[in-house]
C-alpha cells in the first residue's frame, strides 16, 4: 500500500530530510509506493547564514536561495501554509498562495500517513512601542533585499536634504539583539555604507551612528566568551556603539529610547533579539514543552506520538554529548539532524530500528564585514582575516548543490576585481508606484 509523508516547511531540516528520503527511498518514490509532500511558503530554501553577505552586496540574493523543485524532482512541492495539524486523524490543512488582497486562495485538507515537523522559528518580539510600526527582522532574503536598499536609500536621503535632523536620523541605525544574526547584519551593513560614503562627498562632516542594544552583558555567545569581548572591542574600534546591558524601550515615530534614558531619532531599526517557535505549533495536537517546542526524542521523533517526526529550531531535541540539555536552534544542528530524520522516516516506512542523534556543538564562525571575522572552533580562537575567510569556506562548503556554490564562488570573485554596486533599489518594493503616477488624471 502506498505511505504519504507529509514534510511541513522548506527550510534547512525540510529540504534536507526530503533530499536523504529521496535517495534511501527512490525505487518506492518511482513505483508510486511511496508519495513526499512538501508544504512551505516559498518555492525555495534559503541559506540564512548568507543572508548579511547578501544584504551588504557581496553576494547575489539569488545566489543565497535555493529551488525546492529544481533540487527535490518526483517530491511534490505544495507553496502554501499549513494551519492546523490533527495527527490522530493524520490530517493538515493548508492555506495555498495567497492572493494580492492576502485572502487565501484555496484552503486545503491534506492526509498522510507519516509527519514531518520542521516550519523552524520566528522572530520573537516585545510589546514595544512602534516596534512593530517601524522595525524590521533579519530572517529572509526579503528582509536582506529591503535593508541593503534601505541603508542605501538613508545615504541618499542625508545626502539630499539640508535639515540637520533629517540627516541625523536618516544616518543613525540601530540594531536590537547581538546574536549572530544581528551582529553579522549590522557588522556587514556599516562595512558596506561606510564604503558606499565614498561616493557621497555632501555627507562630510556628517557622521554615520550605528548602534547595537544589547540586554545582556554580552554579544555573540556562539564564539565563547573571550571572542564575544574580543568582538565587542573590534565593533568599537570602528566607531559602532554597542550598548550592554540596555533594552530598547520605545521607538515610536522613528525615536529610540533606551533604558539608560537616552532619546535619539533613527531612520532604521532592525530586530534581533533573538526567535521563538513557529506559533503553528499551538494549532497542533503534538506534545510541547514549557517553551512551545515540539518534544522530541533522540531518534527525532515526537515524543509518545506515533508516525511523527521534528527536528530544527521547533523541535526540544535532547543533546546527548550534554545529558539534561537541549539542542540550541542553529544551522549546524539542523542539518545534521535532517540527515538522520531521513534516515530515521525511511527506517519506519521499512520496520527498521531508528537511529540516536548525537553531535557535539563545534563552535562557530561570524562574518563582521569584508575581511573581518571571529571564529571558534573546536575550541581554535580566530580573528580578523583567518576567520572571515574560514567563514567563507565553511559555509560555502555547507551550501546545497554544485550550482550555488559555484555562483556564490563566481560571486565573490568578480567582488576582487570590482566594486561594490551602491544603488538603492528601493523602487522595487513599489513596482506600481511609477505606472499609477501616470494613470492619475490632472
Ligand atoms: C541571519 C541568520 C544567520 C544565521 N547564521 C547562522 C550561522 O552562521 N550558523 C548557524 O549554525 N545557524 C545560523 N542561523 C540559524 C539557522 O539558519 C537556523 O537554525 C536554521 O535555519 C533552522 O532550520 P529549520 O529547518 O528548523 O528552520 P528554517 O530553516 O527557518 O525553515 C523553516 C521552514 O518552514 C517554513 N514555514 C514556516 N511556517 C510554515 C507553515 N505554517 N507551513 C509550512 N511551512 C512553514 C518556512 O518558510 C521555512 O521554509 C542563522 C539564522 C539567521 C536568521
Known amino acids: ?21 529521496r535517495k534511501k527511498m527512490r525505487r518506492q518514490l518511482k513505483s508510486g509506493e511511496l508519495k513526499i509532500t512538501m508544504v512551505a511558503p516559498q518555492s525555495y530554501m534559503t541559506y540564512q547564514p548568507f543572508l548579511p553577505e547578501a544584504a551588504a552586496g557581496n553576494l547575489e540574493p539569488r545566489h543565497v536561495v535555493v529551488s525546492l ?15 492546523e495539524i490533527d495527527h490522530a486523524g493524520r490530517k493538515a490543512t493548508v492555506e495555498v498562495v495567497e492572493r494580492a488582497d492576502a485572502e487565501p486562495y484555496e484552503v486545503r485538507t491534506i492526509d498522510y500517513d507519516t509527519l514531518v515537523f ?19 527582522g533579519f530572517k529572509t532574503v526579503a528582509e536582506a533585499i529591503y535593508l541593503r536598499n534601505h541603508v542605501l536609500r538613508q545615504l541618499d536621503i542625508a545626502a539630499s536634504s539640508t535639515c540637520p535632523e533629517s540627516r541625523r536620523q536618516a544616518l543613525t541605525f540601530v540594531f536590537v539583539g547581538g546574536g549572530y544574526a544581528g551582529v553579522e547584519a549590522l557588522a556587514e551593513l556599516e562595512d558596506m555604507a561606510r564604503d558606499a560614503c565614498r561616493y557621497y562627498p555632501d555627507l562630510k562632516g556628517d557622521s554615520m551612528r550605528w548602534v547595537l542594544v544589547e540586554a545582556s ?8 566568551e573571550d571572542m564575544g569581548k574580543w568582538t565587542v572591542e573590534a565593533l568599537r574600534g570602528r566607531g559602532i556603539e554597542v550598548r550592554l546591558k ?9 525615536e529610540i529610547v533606551l533604558s539608560d534614558g537616552e532619546k535619539f531619532g533613527a531612520g532604521t531599526l532592525v530586530w534581533t533579539a533573538g526567535v521563538k517557535p513557529n506559533p503553528l505549533v499551538k494549532k497542533t495536537d503534538l506534545p510541547l514543552d514549557d517553551k512551545d517546542r515540539v518534544k522530541a526524542t533522540a ?5 509518545g506520538v506515533e508516525d511523527a517526526f521534528t527536528a530544527g529550531d521547533i523541535a526540544a531535541v535532547p543533546d546527548l554529548t550534554e545529558p539534561g540539555q537541549f539542542c540550541a536552534p542553529n544551522a549546524q544542528h539542523a542539518v545534521r539532524q535532517a540527515k538522520v530524520l531521513g534516515d530515521n522516516v525511511a527506517a519506519a516506512l521499512r520496520g527498521r530500528e531508528l537511529k540516536a542523534y548525537k553531535h557535539a556543538y563545534a563552535g562557530s564562525v561570524a562574518s563582521l564585514g569584508l575581511h573581518k571575522g571571529v571564529a571558534q572552533i573546536y575550541g581554535v580562537k580566530l580573528r580578523g582575516l583567518p576567520a572571515w575567510f ?6 560555502l562548503s555547507r551550501l546545497p548543490t554544485v550550482n550555488r556554490k559555484a555562483r556564490v564562488t563566481a560571486d565573490w570573485t568578480l567582488a576582487l576585481f570590482f566594486s561594490r554596486e551602491v544603488v538603492s533599489l528601493g523602487t522595487l518594493q513599489r513596482p506600481r508606484e511609477e505606472f499609477e503616477l501616470a494613470t492619475k488624471k490632472y
Do not use: F, Q, W
Open 299 to 303: 531518534e527525532l521523533t515526537v515524543d
Open 1 to 21: 500500500m502506498s505511505k504519504h509523508v507529509l514534510i511541513v516547511g522548506g527550510g534547512y531540516v525540510g529540504m534536507y530530510t526530503a533530499l536523504r528520503l
Open 390 to 395: 574560514i567563514h567563507r569556506t565553511y559555509h
Open 246 to 254: 540596555t533594552l530598547l524601550k520605545s521607538a515610536e515615530n522613528r
Open 217 to 224: 552583558d554580552k554579544i555573540l555567545p556562539e564564539v565563547g
Open 69 to 83: 523543485r529544481r533540487v527535490l524532482p518526483g517530491v511534490t512541492i505544495l507553496n502554501g501554509r499549513v494551519t
Open 118 to 136: 520542521c516550519p523552524g522559528s520566528i522572530s520573537r518580539t516585545l510589546p514595544i512601542p512602534g516596534l512593530a510600526e517601524h522595525g524590521i
